[in-house]
């Protein structure tokens, strides 16, 4: 094994649980809830309309504004999305056992790389909240990228900058079309976090791993390839 490249969001770092946290920061200092049962209604919406992330956070906050309730008449979309990359980053939190899973293959001389889609401003800002962006030899976000997964050239990127090929590299995520998909079409052999039992199913590559925690991932190294 040359290499093992891990996506970011749900994969190494907890977005759910760090958008939870974000959402009830956001409606507590831009929304106007009328009592604790609204509030939980404005927070549901905000979640629901950020689809696990994968919505353009302009469009969402321009959506955001035209459809809560603002605290302050004068407060533009300009003034959410500010927020989003402002605070959004502080609530991120690592993913059981990334740190231990990073540290172990570090140890045993395997590179590491991280492939995410998203803007370079919060995905960095994500590794560094955690202090994990040392333990990459590389890091390719999208936005600079110019390319997301699951294209396969963004892969490639990542297969270049670490100087290994894609037979001897895993791909770790959490997504089976952006993650699994993806990275069997470059050549990598894919393992699956699984986050609902639905992620296990008809659209995983032949020869997908699957996993249920980060943990699981070494005793896997250890063995044939």
Not at 93 to 116: F, H, N, P
Not at 150 to 177: K, T
Request: one cysteine or more.
């Amino acid at each position: 094994m040359e290499a093992v490249l891990f996506d970011l969001d749900n994969t190494l770092v907890n977005r759910k649980q760090a958008f939870e946290q974000f959402s009830r920061n956001f409606i507590d200092r831009f929304a106007a809830a009328h009592n604790p049962e609204h509030r939980l209604r404005l927070v549901e919406q905000l979640r629901a309309a950020d689809r696990n992330g994968y919505r353009e956070k302009r469009e969402l906050y321009e959506e955001m504004r035209r459809t809560l309730p603002m605290r302050e008449e004068g407060t533009t979309a300009e003034d959410l999305l500010a927020y989003w990359f402002a605070e959004f980053p502080s609530c991120t939190v690592a993913m059981d056992g990334a740190e231990l899973v990073l540290r172990e293959l570090k140890s045993r001389g395997v590179r590491i790389g991280c492939v995410t889609n998203g803007s370079a401003r919060t995905q960095y800002a994500k590794l560094d909240q955690v202090q994990f962006r040392g333990y990459f030899d590389a890091v390719i976000v999208s936005e600079e990228a110019g390319v997301k997964k699951p294209d396969r050239r963004i892969y490639e990127m990542a297969l270049s900058r670490l100087q290994a090929r894609p037979e001897n590299c895993w791909f770790v995520g959490d997504h089976p079309e952006k993650d699994a998909q993806g990275a069997a079409s470059a050549g990598l052999r894919p393992v699956l976090l699984l986050t609902t039992p639905a992620e296990s199913g008809p659209l995983l590559p032949e020869g997908t791993l699957t996993i249920n925690k980060l943990q699981e991932l070494l005793p896997l190294c250890t063995g044939p390839f």
